[in-house]
């Protein structure tokens, strides 16, 4: 009995260690087994939106000099490459034989002056006929015309900018005979300061943006839509904006573009013309963008844009999503998410549409 009893106290001393063992475990959570994942809040937010063309710079005003007489170039009275004022003497053309047919006609004309006043008195008198006196006040009106021809001629002697601005190259040089109207001009001057930069943009871009705007999607603000900024070839950005002057209302049949005008301050003559840079041109304020980080982004097998987000019950969903563009290093959605959507950024390669997932670290993107 002594042994029996032993026996019986060991086993009944193991089987309350073996029950405190087993009434210390707990059941397992199920949250142990779920993926981590981390969301970014997305909300609605003001964005104003442009758009990066290609363009060209192009003088303010431009001018050919030629000259309008035939003439030899006396004299060269400018330096090449200088600025030059409006109305200042470029070019002498040997005034002698202007000067010789304006003087001769400035003689001739007291004369016949005289001549037809003596016929108009005689007229009254029917001393002379009226043919006689019509001829004299021809005679002296034609000798006008002629006095008035050779002092246009003689101040054409003298070719004047007709514009303030930069002077290129002189294609004559004293000595050289030119002729009225010739084809090749005998210099060009620029106006730089303002200058023109011609923007071509895309038929499909507008109407994309008329359609925009007609929708709502987009509104028009006028405090910024006129403001356009300049990016130069090397990648630095022109100090000084400019703004859109109008809209060409011709398309042009091989480029199916129109030609936007922009003008833009050039007071040390920075841009010259034909430089080619890049204009921010501003499309419009959406009131409600949508802008997720592009790592929250990915494309199915068939190319579609989506989304993993997490709904109220922690359950992943997804969505396919329409981009716009890209700003900055975030997608402008126009349609896919809402306001308040919780993207997953991080942890989507753990989870799958329709599983439970533990948020173990938010972002709220709200500007």
């Known amino acids: 009995m002594r042994n029996f009893s032993g026996r019986n106290l060991i086993l009944i001393v ?3 260690f073996l029950l405190s063992g087993c009434g210390s475990r707990q059941p397992q959570s199920p949250q142990q087994n779920e993926p981590e994942v981390k969301v970014v809040t997305i909300w609605a937010e003001r964005v104003v939106l442009t758009k990066e063309l290609p363009g060209r710079t192009a003088a303010f005003l431009i001018d050919e000099i030629r000259p309008q007489i035939n003439g030899l170039i006396q004299k060269r009275l400018f ?4 600025e030059v004022k409006a109305g200042q003497v470029l070019y002498q053309i040997d005034p002698a034989p202007f000067q010789a047919a304006y003087d001769k006609a400035e003689a001739n004309l007291p004369a016949l002056k005289s001549r037809a006043d003596r016929y108009k008195e005689a007229l009254i008198d029917k001393a002379v006929s009226q043919q006689e006196f019509d001829d004299a006040e021809a005679a002296f009106k034609q000798a006008q015309a002629e006095l008035e021809t050779a002092r246009i001629n003689l101040n054409y002697a003298r070719i004047v900018s007709p514009i303030s601005g930069r002077i290129g190259t002189s294609s004559v040089t004293d000595g050289d005979i030119v002729t009225a109207y010739q084809p090749v001009a005998l210099a060009t001057v620029q106006q730089l300061d303002p200058i023109y930069v011609d923007i071509p943009q895309s038929t499909v871009e507008l109407l994309r943006l008329r359609r925009s705007l007609e929708d709502g999607r987009l509104n028009h603000d006028n405090a910024i839509q006129n403001k356009v900024k300049l990016i130069l070839e090397d990648g ?5 904006d400019g703004a859109l002057q ?3 209302i011709t398309v ?4 199916s573009s129109v030609i936007l005008r922009v003008i833009f301050p050039n007071p040390n003559s920075f841009l010259l013309p034909g430089m080619f840079v890049r204009a921010v041109i501003t499309e419009g304020v959406n009131e409600q963008a949508i802008l997720v980080p592009q790592q929250g982004v990915f494309r199915n097998p068939k190319g579609e844009a989506y989304a993993l987000i997490v709904d109220s019950e922690n359950k992943v969903q997804q969505r396919i999503l329409a981009i716009d563009r890209a700003i900055g290093d975030k997608w402008l959605v126009s349609s896919g998410l809402n306001s308040g959507d919780q993207v997953i950024i991080e942890g989507v390669q753990k989870v799958r549409p329709g599983a439970s997932v533990k948020i173990v670290s938010s972002e709220t993107r709200k500007d």
């Open 14 to 16: 193991a089987a309350i």
């Open 79 to 82: 330096t090449e490459g200088s």
């Open 236 to 240: 630095t950005i022109y100090p000084l």
């Open 246 to 248: 109008f809209q060409d």
């Open 252 to 255: 042009d049949a091989t480029t």
